[in-house]
């Protein structure tokens, strides 16, 4: 069995099962806890099963038990999050995907113009099927940035008094 020591990055419990994250690899403790923290030094024996790494809680040695006073990054840290870009993304994402469905229906309906080629080419399909579908995304991409954004010179009216629409006959 290999011995391994490092640094813990990462402890995980699981529905009662253990992990620990040395060098961005995972070791498994099963439902062993080996009570150690991020920032510890250990050592132990692991064994591969597949594409697991078993650690030997038997042979588990705390080496340094200093927890390092690093900051640590937190995944879901608002500020750091670049909500426009996102935002921004996912709207890309959502015009290639109309994209896609609108290329695979004109396909089965016999709709796109593809090369004509003597002998099948699906070289040339394939790239003239994407560029198809990159003219539809940025269509739809531009139309779908064009729709959200509102316009700066205009501005909604906010509603009046007047617009009541209940008709409860006052």
Known sequence: MPTIEGTVQYKSDKNGRFAVKMDDIWYGFNEDDPEVEEGNVIKFRYSKNGKWNNADFETLEILD?????????????????????????????????????????????????????????????????????????????????????????????????DDDDDDDGD
Request: proline share 6%; net charge neutral; no cysteine.
């Open 65 to 161: 038990d200093k927890v390092e006073t690093q900051p640590r990054t937190v995944k879901s840290n608002v500020s750091s999050t670049d909500w426009d870009a996102k935002d921004v993304r996912i709207t890309y994402m959502s015009a290639r995907n109309a994209a896609l469905e609108l290329v695979a229906i004109l396909s089965e309906l016999g709709g796109l113009s593809l090369p004509k080629t003597t002998k099948p080419n699906p070289a040339k399909i394939a790239i003239a099927v994407e560029a198809i579908v990159e003219e539809y995304t940025d269509e739809f991409f531009e139309a779908a940035l064009d729709a959200k954004r509102p316009s700066k010179t205009k501005k909604a009216k906010p509603a009046s008094d």
